[in-house]
């Protein structure tokens, strides 16, 4: 390897390693929100899952009888 290349690879390490140390902060209203959305989006799907069951239970019912 060249010392250019070596340098390089150097510069990218010191690199990475200060981007790992800084410190991250997250909002938690942020995060709650998200929770929030997730509920009411799986709430939504069991409801259609629900009524979708429903819906071919009946007619398989009402074709069969």
Do not use: C, H, P, Y
């Amino acid at each position: 390897m060249t010392l250019i290349n070596k340098e390089k690879i150097v510069l990218s390490n010191k690199m990475t390693i200060n981007n790992l140390s800084e410190t991250k902060s997250t909002n938690i209203n942020v995060l709650l929100n998200r929770v929030k959305l997730d509920q009411k989006k799986e709430s939504r799907k069991k409801l259609i899952f629900t009524a979708a069951t429903s819906l071919g239970v009946v007619l398989f019912g009402v074709l069969i009888f």
